[in-house]
């Protein structure tokens, strides 16, 4: 991960601690499917599990309690957004899960992020689209409306 890469996961670590990031309380909207997804390594599997939202996260741990800082990352991003609605994959509940998504994606690593049933990329990537405003753009595309054009319009009014 680059320089600022780096710096800028830091900044969102740091800040998901400061705002209650793993306060053990479900956010609306966000499903969990850890447990419902044992047993699915199959391409055919796979692809029903990263079509079933809008937007759909393979994580280590949950959003509630992410197990790794990438992941914890990739749920920070998603709430400056003001993404709520989507489904997490906790890969540690399932190896066969954990394994087959990255056959699935022939990307490496966790997390993984998927919109409307596209492979964007892990941590880095979403970090960078982040940065550059192409999320914003990428989640107009869904339907979704960032949380950021709210609060540029806010800033902008004062």
């Known amino acids: 991960m680059s320089g600022s890469l780096g710096r800028a996961a830091a900044a969102l670590l740091r800040w998901g601690r400061g705002a209650g990031g793993a ?21 055919e599997q796979l692809d029903a599990l990263v079509k079933k939202d809008k937007v759909v996260v393979f994580l280590k741990g949950t959003p509630e309690q992410p197990q790794c800082g990438f992941s914890n990352a990739v749920v920070q991003i998603l709430r400056l957004h003001g993404v709520r609605d989507y489904t997490a994959y906790n890969v540690l509940d399932d ?3 954990r ?11 966790i997390p993984q992020v998927y919109l409307n049933g596209e492979f964007v990329g892990g941590c880095d990537i979403l970090l960078q689209m982040h940065q550059n405003g192409d999320l914003v753009e990428e989640l107009k595309k869904l339907g979704i409306r960032s949380a950021l054009l ?9």
């Open 150 to 158: 709210d609060e540029k319009k806010d800033q902008d009014s004062k």
């Open 99 to 109: 394994q087959g998504i990255k056959d699935y994606s022939n990307w490496p690593t």
């Open 23 to 43: 306060g053990g309380l479900r956010s609306p909207g966000v499903r969990t499917a850890g447990s419902g997804a044992r047993g699915s390594g199959s391409a």
């Open 95 to 97: 190896p066969e899960l």
